[in-house]
């Protein structure tokens, strides 16, 4: 699609994508590989078309009425790249990134959101990097906005020994760096793990995963690159298969594909004007905090879908068992209603305690990582809750093929049926929904997102206590203990 822009209503305003037209977009030379075989057209690929067909939902979504007015931003563009300027428009885009996971059954799209959180770190963090870089970024984020593209992020390295820095590895490609400083451009190598989306995306934002120190100037580089670029390879992770699925026993994850690749740089091209950051050591681990910090709030905003689901599950079991009276099973709803609310309502205040860096509103960082901690040490938890409520034919049920039998197809139907009146089938569908979602492979998929995903659980520790306000409390209980050097009330 071109950047042209589109008169609606007599007013004019930006030409948004549509789904055909995203999908139409990834028809190019982009080298992806998937079980060693080369892939040469993701949109038709048995596996990697549900996972173009799942991220197109963005797409959908604004041309929705039931959607557009969350979907397209205040000057007409994806909100995804609306710049936030206060709690409003966090909140905002935290209800859109809610609302396209919930229509993604609980698998968050991603297509979009990643990559602007990229470009608002980058926005964030562009007066400190000054120019040329300020004007570089600005004009990628318009290009991509306007041009109303998918955007992935590459950040995380292989990092070879985490004890040493980029600079003392062994292997000196443990970590992207530059190898090589043209008149026009530079030329990088190396590798980076855990890309998502890089399969269906158009551009790929890469950032430096670390802090770092001069000798490792290298290594601290930012820039983006279309996914088509020469040397740039994607081998595509094979997990969260959809092939053989059938719809019925895999309600959520039959037709629902998001795909994560190692992505493999050799000798890559990039020309000056997509470069954001070129040896500046001392700003690599502010930007990498800051994509981290958007990223973690966009993690709580999708994880609400999956959190409702759950409670939903935990609550379908108990009716379908006919167990909602017994008083270990009101326990265990009451967790996991408590778990949900408390997700929510972290994810929201993260919002309205945001503080404005260089016009842009961040998210409350100690709030955003207490939320996402509180999510990921739950979930584990909320699973086991709802898998005991559903009992072990989670593990034995019979197949819906077996309901339709004509010698034992109605009794069995009959013996599966529930105090409650709930039908053999009925309650097969419920048993096939709570399967899917917390013990085959989709459930450990979102288990181990839970725990890696946008930051380990240990990351997320680390930044609650750098964060959070130590004085203020020691103070406090100093105060209390009588101590001399008690400092209360704080000036």
């Not at 290009?143 to 955007?151: E, F, K, M, S, T």
């Not at 929201?348 to 860096?357: F, K, R, S």
Request: overall charge negative.
């Amino acid at each position: 699609m071109s950047d042209e822009s589109e008169t609606i209503g007599g007013a004019l305003r930006p030409r948004l994508r549509t789904a055909d037209e995203y999908r139409q977009s990834l028809r190019d030379a982009r080298r992806v590989f998937y079980r060693g075989v080369a892939v040469e057209d993701v949109t038709t690929h048995p596996v990697f078309a549900h996972a173009v067909d799942h991220a197109a939902l963005d797409y959908e979504m604004a041309h929705s009425e039931r959607y557009a007015g969350l979907a397209i931003g205040p000057d007409g563009h994806s909100r995804y790249f609306h710049v936030p300027q206060n709690a409003e428009d966090l909140l905002a885009r935290s209800a859109l990134i809610e609302a396209s996971t919930r229509a993604g059954k609980t698998l968050v799209l991603l297509i979009k959101e990643i990559g602007s959180d990229a470009l608002l770190a980058l926005l964030a963090l562009s007066a400190p990097l000054g120019e040329p870089y300020s004007s570089r970024i600005r004009s990628f984020y318009e290009h991509c906005r306007n041009g109303d593209l998918a955007v992935c992020v590459a950040q995380t390295d292989v990092k070879g020994d985490r004890a040493l820095s980029p600079s003392q590895q062994p292997n000196p490609d443990a970590y992207l760096r530059i190898v090589e400083r043209r008149e026009d451009g530079i030329v990088v190598r190396g590798a980076k793990v855990h890309t998502s989306v890089s399969i269906n995306a158009n551009e790929m934002i890469v950032l430096p995963t670390r802090a770092m120190s001069e000798p490792d100037a290298d290594y601290a580089v930012a820039f983006a690159i279309p996914v088509d670029t020469p040397g740039l390879t994607l081998v595509a992770s094979p997990y969260l298969s959809t092939q053989g699925k059938l719809e019925a026993e895999y309600p959520l994850s039959a037709t629902r594909k998001m795909v994560e690749t190692t992505t493999l740089f050799d000798d890559v091209f990039v020309p000056h004007d997509r470069v954001f950051m070129d040896g500046r050591h001392e700003l690599a681990g502010a930007l990498a905090r800051g994509f981290v910090e958007f990223h973690r709030f966009t993690a709580i905003s999708y994880k609400l879908p999956l959190v409702d689901a759950v409670v939903g599950a935990g609550l379908l079991a108990a009716r379908v068992n006919g167990l909602e009276r017994a008083g270990h099973v009101r326990d265990k709803l009451s967790w996991l209603i408590s778990y949900a609310a408390t997700l929510r309502a972290l994810t929201h205040h993260a919002a309205e305690h945001c503080t404005l860096v260089d016009g842009v509103a961040i998210p409350d960082t100690l709030l955003v990582n207490i939320a996402k901690l509180q999510f990921a040490q739950g979930l584990h938890t909320a699973f086991q809750h709802v898998q005991d409520i559903a009992g072990g034919l989670l593990a034995t049920y019979p197949a819906a093929e077996d309901l339709d039998h004509p010698v034992y197809g109605a009794a069995l139907g009959r013996y599966l049926e529930s105090a409650g009146g709930v039908s053999g089938r009925e309650r097969l569908r419920v048993l096939n929904m709570i399967s899917d979602l917390t013990t085959g492979e989709y459930g450990g998929y979102q288990t181990v997102l839970a725990i890696h995903a946008e930051g380990s659980i240990e990351a997320e520790k680390l930044t609650i206590l750098a964060q959070y306000d130590r004085r203020r409390a020691t103070d406090y209980a100093s105060w209390l203990a009588g101590l001399d050097d008690a400092r209360w009330p704080p000036t």
